[in-house]
Every structure is written in structure tokens, then in C-alpha cells.
């Protein structure tokens, strides 16, 4: 005992704390093992579900677009496809066009006239997932001939119901089909806007 010292007469009661301590720490760590569990389940779930909706709405647009595409090319094949399959959020989109009597390309690779239409497409195949209350597009059939000129033309005012469309052109075959016209010039450096009945201005 001489050897040994002084001995603390705490020790119990501090073994007994200590050992408490442990025990609610063990407790505690247990709840936040659950804890992270659950809230690692609940991100898988909003994952899924984001998954889920996305590829929802992508499968609505690429077949909106491919039947849009088919229309006003009179044959024509459009799609959309992506970039990583397994993970969507990993990689882009990518827009294949396949105008009648030619080889499919990617939308990078297409003319101005062609990415017009496509880009046109692309717009509408979004419209049947949200339709917005206006849209306006500038001069959007300044590179098609006036076959496609005609087929876009029919097309934005088939589409026009349930939104408002403004265009910009100066095609005859587009002016002819609007429901109201204004001509816009400068007199005197100071633009003019004047309306016109849709009959004078398709000629």
C-alpha cells in the first residue's frame, strides 16, 4: 500500500459518471445513426422522384417534338437523346435531325434554315409541358425556302391558340397568315410603328 500511494477515494463515483456519460453517448450516437439513415432514405426518394419527373417530361417533349418535326417537314425525323443514359444529370442533350432525303445530323452540324425549324420545334414540343402566355421569335424564317416558310407559318398560327405569338418578319408567306400586322420604320431617326390590315400586308 506504501508503494502503491494515495488512493482516490472519488474513483467509484467517478467511474459511475463516466460509465453514465458513455451510455448517453451511446444512446445518442445510435438516434443520429437513424437518424442519417432516414435522411439519406429521403434523399434516394427525391432523387427517384426527380429522376422519375424528368425523364417524364423528356419522353413528353421528344415525342411533342418528333411529331412537330414530322409535320412541318412533311416527313422529316427529330429527336432528342441524351448524352448519359444511366445518369441524366451527368451529361447533356443532344437534338438529331433527319430532313427528308438526307442523313441524320446533330443540331450543331445543321444549316441556319435548319436549326430555325428545329430550334421552332423544340419551342412547341416545350409548349404542351408549360405553355407560356407570349412568345416572340425574330425573324425565325429568314433561312427557309417558302415551302418551309408556308409549313411554319400554318404551324405558329395552329399553335397561337393558347398563347400569344409575336413575330418578326419580313416573309410574305408568314405576314399573310398573322392575325394583326404593324409595320415598323424610321422618319427622321425616330422609329414609326403603323398597323395594317393582314390583307394589304400579305400583298
Excluded at 451511446?26 to 422519375?52: A, C, P, Q, T
Aim: negative net charge; aromatic residues 8%.
Amino acid at each position: 500500500l506504501a508503494s502503491i500511494g494515495a488512493v482516490n477515494q472519488l474513483a467509484p463515483q467517478q467511474y459511475d459518471e463516466v460509465t453514465g456519460n458513455y451510455k448517453q453517448l451511446s444512446v445518442r450516437i445510435g438516434e443520429l445513426e437513424r437518424e442519417k439513415l432516414s435522411i439519406v432514405s429521403f434523399m434516394n426518394e427525391l432523387d427517384r422522384k426527380k429522376h422519375d419527373a424528368f425523364m417524364n417530361s423528356l419522353n413528353q417533349v421528344n415525342k411533342n417534338f418528333q411529331q412537330t418535326f414530322a409535320d412541318i417537314t412533311d416527313g422529316g425525323s427529330g429527336r432528342l437523346a441524351l448524352e448519359n443514359l444511366e445518369k441524366p444529370f451527368e451529361g447533356g442533350l443532344e437534338m438529331l435531325l433527319q430532313f427528308p432525303g438526307k442523313a441524320e445530323l446533330a443540331v450543331s452540324s445543321a444549316s441556319g434554315g435548319e436549326k430555325s425549324v428545329a430550334t421552332v420545334c423544340f419551342l412547341f414540343a416545350l409548349q404542351s409541358i408549360h405553355q407560356l402566355p407570349f412568345y416572340i421569335f425574330d425573324e425565325i424564317d429568314a433561312h427557309l425556302d417558302v415551302l418551309n416558310s408556308q409549313r411554319l407559318a400554318e404551324l405558329l398560327k395552329s399553335r397561337s391558340k393558347g398563347s400569344q405569338f409575336i413575330a418578326i418578319s419580313l416573309r410574305d408567306t408568314t405576314i399573310s397568315r398573322a392575325n394583326k400586322v404593324y409595320g415598323v420604320f424610321v422618319q427622321e431617326g425616330v422609329s414609326q410603328i403603323v398597323s395594317l390590315p393582314t390583307a394589304v400586308a400579305s400583298n
